[in-house]
């Protein structure tokens, strides 16, 4: 089966400072992978997904995620961090059993200090 | 236009109750999901609805668990003789299509609590 590794469950970032999220993924076969964002008391939102189309893959809300064969990850980031960007963070991969079902990682929850 | 509903938003419940949980997908979604959220486990995989039918039920923990959808629509989770360990959110989601890579939308989920 895929699966994600999320390392850090809590990161604080500054406001203006760059977010960095980590994933890596265990895969035997080409991943499609996906970030999602969960606000507090609401379900997941997509925020970018790759799809073997392009490394680098832009979301919503400035946020991007380069896929790296080599390093077998999918890390986000984010130039500049905002105050609504405090969430938690998912990475996801299908899992290949042909019907998309996802394997998520543990998450990250994001505080954004002013 | 209306996303993914799900019903109630918060149950309480004693131990050894039966509990049914409801999800109204996207019009039009052919292919539904059903993940539970928990502070041990993180986001499991329970279900996989194509239409009506369940073609793959393999993350249903126990047989204490079922699920159905009819009319291609709504789907029901049913949690039977409830534990403290069935404690979690309970989130749906749906999509176009079951291929991989099409995108799931969330609905708020169910918070569960076993007393």
């Known amino acids: 089966a895929q699966s994600v590794t999320q390392l850090g469950s809590h990161v604080s970032v500054s406001e203006g400072a760059l977010v960095l999220l980590r994933c890596n993924y265990s895969?035997?076969?080409?991943?499609?992978l996906f970030w999602y964002v969960q606000y507090p008391n609401q379900g997941l939102q997509l925020l970018l997904k790759y799809t073997s189309a392009a490394t680098l893959v832009k979301g919503i809300n400035g946020f991007e995620a380069e896929f790296k064969k080599s390093e077998t990850s999918f890390h986000l980031t984010k130039p500049s961090a905002h105050m609504s960007d405090a969430a938690e963070y998912f990475c996801a991969v299908s899992d290949w059993y042909g019907n998309n079902r996802l394997a998520f990682g543990k998450g990250n929850q994001v505080v954004v200090i002013p | 236009g209306a996303g993914v509903s799900q019903s109630p938003s918060n149950k309480v419940t004693e131990k050894g109750k039966d509990v049914e949980l409801r999800c109204d997908p996207i019009s039009g979604h052919t292919a539904l999901y059903w993940y539970r959220q928990s502070l041990g486990q993180g986001l499991e995989f329970l279900i996989y609805f194509q239409g009506n039918s369940a073609p793959d039920k393999s993350g249903l923990p126990s047989d204490r668990f079922s699920a159905e959808r009819t009319g291609g629509s709504v789907s029901t989770l049913t949690i039977q003789r409830t534990q403290q360990e069935d404690s979690a959110v309970y989130l749906c989601?749906?999509?176009?299509?079951?291929?991989?890579?099409?995108?799931?939308?969330f609905g708020p989920g169910t918070r569960l609590t076993v007393l």
């Open positions: 895969s035997s076969v080409p991943p499609y």
């Open positions: 989601a749906s999509s176009v299509s079951g291929r991989d890579s099409t995108e799931q939308f």
